[in-house]
């Protein structure tokens, strides 16, 4: 039950009193006192001044200079509170975030961050973190992004840049670089030191996020919802020894999978807060559903993604484990084509006991059609794609895999303006012809076959591929509308989103397998061409 205005105005004087009592204590007077002694004598003395570098640069232990840093020239925005402008003054647990984050910096190893909500976290490792290394370390280039162009650099104090821009107008004048001008080096997701040529630059989610040159770190903010969290996050390995990974959980992702690859974690959970107690959760619990207590609170990544369209893909379904393809059962192989986004390939066998065994998948984006041959026939075509290691192992995997029958999506069928062929039609001239229906478009159609396949029961071998194919199948969700103010999810089409090339293919896969006719065991191709630039259909061709 949501509180009452009564409860409300309760709790937030509770909460007013609790941070009155917290700035007057005997620590934060000195605290603040400190601070401004610090100010007084970098503005008034410049011996005194290179001393407060030195402090803040600290080249024997950069983690405390950078923690000196925050505490006494470091500032924070809350427009929910009263006062909104606050000095940083970091508790244990935020120092000890920041010494794992600068050391995993410095030393280049990936780092993960899970957090409750309101912990500090953007202000510490987005924008005071980069900061302190564009002012004190030479030779540093970070690349920060979100999952919204508005979340990274919209002008408001909300945003990556907005708290960065914030942070730097907090610092006296006389700790800004020389030169600095703030109309010609800070500009749209970009700000350059000009003193030692340092760069925090920023980027939106997409595929490519973090593909191109060298940077000091990578940072990802609320990873956990962004669409495509696994190529942006493998696409930036090339560019960065060190990938930041912060978010709050959303349901059990490639974020939520990250977690389990034996990266470096840290945990800032509410109950480390020293302002955050046993009421404050309560009554944050009385105003929130049972998703945004798990992801916003709890740090759970075990709540189900509300809205999913596959909650039969559980444990009691899908088991997971040594699942070899098995020369003596049919192959199967399902497409859902794509090229700007992904296009992804599950190969299929069906066991004797009526199950559907899931042997391995594929998936990769920004290539034509012909890139994918050697995947389904094993050997590769030409130099013309040059191939990374893990494709030639999975090439080599399916050599001795025998010919398959393979479905895919109607679509395949038009024609580009580019060949003027069809993706089936280049598939066709290798011998891989698509198995296809008209009927299959329908969402609602391939919904239920695919709901059929999964109650019959999924062997599914474990390899990194399936295991994100997994994921797909475990987040595929619909979409919340909001009617009338109320938020409610709209169960007609899923979202399109990273997850729907797989589950595409997956739903392919379960019409083909009901649409097949028992004893065949050649694929046929039961629809015309058509041309999708002219309205008049051809003849039907029988292949």
């Known amino acids: 039950m949501r509180p009452t205005r009564e409860q409300e105005d309760a709790e937030f004087k509770r909460r007013a009193q609790r941070l009155e009592d917290y700035m007057n204590t005997e620590e934060y007077r000195k605290f603040m006192v ?79 961050i899970e957090k409750s909500r309101e912990m500090g976290a953007t202000w510490m490792f987005f924008a005071y973190i980069p900061l302190w290394f564009w002012l004190f370390r030479e030779g540093s280039e970070f690349l920060v992004g979100s999952y919204k162009e508005k979340l990274v650099d919209d002008g408001t104090s909300g945003s990556i840049f907005g708290k960065i821009d914030y942070a730097m107008e907090s610092l006296p004048k006389w700790m800004l670089p020389n030169n600095f001008n703030k109309l010609k080096h800070r500009t749209k997701l970009k700000l350059t030191n000009p003193s030692n040529g340092n760069l925090i630059a920023g980027d939106t989610m997409n595929p490519r996020f973090g593909r191109g040159d060298r940077k000091t770190a990578i940072l990802f903010d609320e990873l ?47 109950h480390e807060h020293p302002l955050k107690d046993d009421a404050w959760y309560r009554y944050e619990c009385s105003r929130r559903d049972d998703e945004s207590i798990a992801q ?53 066998q069906r066991t004797n006991r009526g199950k559907i065994r899931i042997v391995d998948t594929y998936r990769n984006s920004g290539h034509n059609i012909d890139f994918y041959i050697p995947f389904v026939n094993g050997y590769q075509l030409s130099d013309s794609y040059k191939y990374k290691k893990e494709d030639l192992d999975i090439i080599d995997k399916h050599r001795n895999w025998k010919s398959a029958i393979h479905f895919g999506d109607p679509a395949g069928r038009f024609q580009n303006q580019v060949t003027d062929q069809s993706v089936i039609d280049v598939l066709k001239t290798y011998g891989v012809i698509i198995n296809y229906k008209e009927a299959w478009k329908a969402f609602s159609v391939r919904k239920s076959a695919a709901k059929r396949l999964i ?58 397998l009901e649409d097949m006719p028992h004893k065949r065991t050649a694929p046929i191709d039961k629809f015309p061409k058509i041309n999708m630039f002219n309205s008049n259909r051809r003849r039907a061709i029988r292949y």
């Not at 924070?76 to 909104?84: Q, V, Y």
């Not at 060190?242 to 974690?265: H, K, Q, V």
Request: one cysteine or more; hydrophobic letters at 35%.
């Open 34 to 112: 400190q601070r401004l002694q610090l100010l007084d004598a970098g503005t008034n003395d410049l011996e005194k001044r290179g001393l407060i570098f030195h402090l803040c640069q600290r080249e024997e232990n950069p983690a405390e200079g950078c923690i000196f840093f925050i505490e006494n020239f470091g500032w924070t925005f809350n427009p929910k509170m009263e006062p909104k402008h606050f000095p940083f003054k970091l508790y244990p647990f935020q120092k000890e975030a920041i010494r794992k984050a600068v050391d995993s910096i410095i030393n280049g190893r990936d780092i993960f």
């Open 224 to 270: 956990g919802f962004w669409d495509y969290a696994k190529s942006a996050w493998d696409a930036s390995g090339d560019a960065t020894n060190c990938r930041i990974a912060n978010s709050t959980p959303s349901g059990y992702n490639f974020y939520g999978m990250l977690r389990e690859t034996g990266i470096d974690i840290v945990s800032m959970h509410w």
């Open 296 to 348: 916003e609170l709890d740090i759970s990544y075990s709540k189900s993604r509300e809205g999913r369209v596959y909650p039969e893909w559980n444990e009691e379904n899908v088991e997971r484990g040594k699942f070899d393809y098995d020369p003596t059962l049919p192959l199967f192989v399902s497409w859902d084509f794509g090229k700007s986004d992904d296009t992804a390939i599950i190969w299929a």
């Open 455 to 512: 109650k019959d029961g999924v062997e599914m071998d474990k390899n990194p591929r399936t295991d994100y194919f997994n994921i797909c199948m475990l987040n595929a969700a619909y979409p919340k509308v909001k009617v009338d103010g109320i938020e409610t999810v709209r169960s007609e089409q899923p979202r399109h989103d990273s997850t729907s090339h797989y589950r595409t293919s997956f739903e392919y896969l379960s019409m083909g």
